[in-house]
């Protein structure tokens, strides 16, 4: 590849930033819904009549082991077929959200137990409710113990945004496809281009993680784990 | 001619010179004793000597072959050359049996009947024979230590180098071990020791040796040293170490 | 709610599932030799200054830093625009392994850095040289030790082997999932075969999990808990 092979893709930079734009918000929306599942999954699992904790165990094995863009496929095609109206965007959040809770939800999980049980006894002496002790006390523990497990859980989810390419939404996979289609000879430099964005995107999305971890250090805990 | 010489030897990490200049000569059949503070180098004098630690300068020479020189085959000396760790580093993955066997068949291309004869036996001079099959987990320390110096034993070395090998141990497992070492002593293998067991330089040791500072201070006989040291500070040092290590055994 | 399932999809996902696991199996073994080479190339290729050093990093980075997809598409379609013509199987094949090879190449780095500094000098004390330290003493133990992350890799691998059919297999040439989308496509019971697909990954990756603790258990060495556990 000569030089003159980047000065064509150059102009093409904009229409990949748009579509990684796409991606960025597939991150968001499913690592938000992540979260929230994967805690509340977490918390049940560790914390529920055991009933429910072994549905809750059932539900985080069955979204670790199906394929992402069988769920995707599952969700969009599935849902439609029952008459659900979704669009390929709400398909790939609902689908890679609820498989990164079931993930997320085993780091929560582990984070929890291994809260020392002291705390807990601690907040129901001072006459805070289970649920209550829960929440001020060992939650904010346990997320802080998260972040290293949820950064990689990050890096996981950013690249799997491109599987939704396989549903039609105009991700960045897609809009290489456009350009591909339009100009053959590119082809290796746009996904080499597409690449390096990853690259970038993974390098900056750890260094905020790593920054936010600094900031959320308790003091004397340092190296804990 | 001395079986083992050590010319000058110098060695350096970083700022700090570890070894100062030290010269040491070893006949055949010879038990020599190493003693000295922690942090003095004596340590890294064992490993120059096989060249587990590369020296800066000076020479070593194993009979007529010079170890330091660039063209020597380091991997050939080292087969004659037996070491003993203080943390034993027997290979996890292998049978007592296979962790001497394995120098023997690897090294010494010796075939498998052969060699497993030949760790027998060696196993059996440590009296572990019964525990051929099992693994270092399964062992006490001292029972490793012992596969430890049958592992050194079977490469039939000129001269076996002993890091402090009874350290690591509790002090019930130490006996066990210095007896094997003893009995070597006895059947005039040619052994350099580090340790502070004073009772076992006593009874066997043919010189001992006092280092500090990456120096050697003072060396001789067990008699001269203990009796009538020509330096203060070895006898001071001596006087140290019988009271906290005792000499009973 | 109506469901239907039909048997006649059976024989073809059957097939699906052979050639998903022979993709699976192949490029966790060509994975396993490539990543123990840029592993091996990390701990003993001479320190951070050593070119070698810098491509296996360089690598390892790359092809842990971007999407699967990407490098499927960027071989499947790329290649050829530069004259190197890959089939899809090929094209699949070939990106899976560089992929799983970078992740393993780490386990491997982590599992020869945990075998104690001691075990190599006790090695080399004997006479071995490096190569033989490594062969016979060092990646043994270290083999045993990379099972758990390994296990892990495969059940990655082994569901990510789904994307090859984003590249158009040929009929002949189709993985579990491909063989589900062209039953779905002419059908259109999408939720009734996707749903079944999944039980079958599901099962797969049950039996895989069932398999490997078995082999763990069985090298696992006399005295020493379960390899891999404690680091
Ligand atoms: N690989 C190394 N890198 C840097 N410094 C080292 C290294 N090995 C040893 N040293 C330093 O060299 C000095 C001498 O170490 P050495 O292990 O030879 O002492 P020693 O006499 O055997 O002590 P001890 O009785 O504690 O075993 C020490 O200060 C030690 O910190
Ligand atoms: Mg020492």
Not at chain 2, 5 to 19: A, I, Q
Not at chain 2, 47 to 75: A, F
Not at chain 2, 129 to 155: H, T
Not at chain 3, 157 to 175: F, G, H, N, W
Request: aromatic share 8%.
């Amino acid at each position: 590849m000569n030089l003159s092979v980047w000065t064509e893709v150059a102009p093409h930079a904009p229409v990949l930033l748009r579509g990684l734009l796409i991606n960025i918000q597939l991150l968001l929306g499913l690592i938000s819904l992540g979260l929230v599942v994967g805690v509340v999954t977490a918390l049940i699992e560790v914390y529920a009549p055991r009933p429910v904790g072994i549905a809750a165990g059932a539900y985080t094995w069955f979204f670790r082991g199906v394929p992402e863009i069988v769920l995707l496929f599952l969700f969009y095609f599935g849902l439609s077929q029952f008459g659900v109206p979704v669009s390929a965007f709400f398909a790939a959040v609902l689908a890679l959200g609820l498989r990164s809770s079931a993930y997320q939800a085993q780091i929560f999980r582990g984070a929890f137990q291994s809260i020392p049980h002291g705390q807990m006894m601690a907040a129901r002496a001072l006459g805070l409710g289970r649920l209550r002790a829960i929440v001020h006390v060992v939650l904010p523990q346990a997320l802080r113990l998260s972040l290293a497990g949820w950064s990689n859980e990050f890096s996981s989810v950013l690249k799997d945004t491109t599987l939704a390419w396989g549903i039609g939404v105009v991700e960045i996979m897609r809009q290489a496809s456009y350009i591909r289609a339009r100009n053959f000879t590119l082809t290796l430099p746009i996904y080499v281009t597409v690449a390096l964005m990853f690259l970038v995107l993974t390098y900056v999305g750890n260094l905020a993680i790593g920054l936010a971890e600094r900031k959320l250090r308790v003091p004397g805990l340092e190296g804990q784990r | 001619m001395a079986l083992l010489r050590v010319e000058n030897l110098h060695k350096r990490y970083g700022h700090e010179e570890v070894l100062k200049g030290v010269t040491l000569a070893q006949d055949a059949g010879e038990t020599k004793v190493v003693i000295g503070p922690s942090g003095t180098g004596k340590s890294t004098l064992l490993r120059c000597i096989n060249r587990l630690t590369e020296p800066d300068q000076g020479r070593v020479w194993l009979e007529d072959t010079e170890i330091t020189s660039r063209r020597t085959d380091i991997n050939r000396v080292r087969a004659k050359i037996g070491f003993v760790f203080q943390d034993f580093n027997l290979f996890t993955h292998l049978t007592a049996l296979d962790n001497v066997r394995l120098g023997l068949m690897k090294v010494r291309r010796m075939p498998r009947a052969a060699a497993t004869g030949r760790a027998m036996a060696e196993l059996e001079r440590v009296g572990l024979a019964a525990k051929a099959n099992a693994y270092p987990a399964q062992l006490s320390g001292g029972q490793q230590q012992r596969v430890s110096i049958a592992r050194a034993l079977a490469m039939d070395p000129k001269l076996i180098l002993f890091d402090e090998p009874t350290s690591a141990l509790d002090p019930e497992l130490i006996g066990e071990v210095l007896s094997v070492m003893i009995q070597l002593a006895r059947d005039g293998m040619t052994m350099i020791v580090v340790t502070h067991e004073m009772g076992f330089a006593r009874s066997v040791a043919d010189e001992i040796v006092f280092m500090e500072g990456g120096v050697i201070v003072e060396q001789g006989t067990p008699d001269k040293m203990f009796r009538s040291p020509e330096v203060p500070r070895t006898g001071e040092f001596l006087r140290k170490i019988s009271d906290l290590y005792g000499e009973s055994r | 709610m109506n469901l239907v399932f039909d048997p006649a999809w059976l024989p073809r996902l059957g097939q699906g599932v052979l050639l998903t696991v022979q993709l699976t199996l192949y490029c966790m073994g060509l994975g396993a030799v490539l990543g123990a080479v840029l592993g091996l190339v990390r701990v003993y290729g001479g320190g951070r200054w050593s070119p070698l050093y810098w491509v296996a990093s360089a690598y390892i980075h790359f092809f842990r830093g971007t999407p699967l997809l990407v490098q499927l598409l960027g071989i499947y379609l790329g290649l050829p625009t530069a004259g190197i013509l890959v089939g899809p199987f090929l094209a699949g094949l070939l990106a899976m392994t560089l992929n799983t090879a970078a992740y393993q190449a780490e386990y491997f780095r982590g599992a020869i850095q945990s075998v104690k500094s001691g075990q190599m000098m006790a090695a080399r004390a004997l006479g071995m040289s490096r190569a033989q330290a490594i062969g016979h003493v060092i990646m043994p133990q270290a083999l045993r030790l990379i099972i758990p992350p390994w296990s892990n890799e495969l059940i990655y691998m082994l569901k990510y082997s789904s994307i090859v059919s984003m590249t158009a297999l040929r009929p002949e040439t189709m993985d579990l999932f491909g063989v589900a989308r062209s039953i779905a496509a002419r059908n259109f019971r999408y939720f009734e075969v996707y749903i079944l697909v999944a039980l079958f990954y599901l099962a797969m990756v049950l039996i895989l999990t069932v398999a490997l603790r078995w082999v763990e258990r069985r090298v696992r060495i006399p005295g020493l808990g379960t390899p891999g556990r404690g680091i």
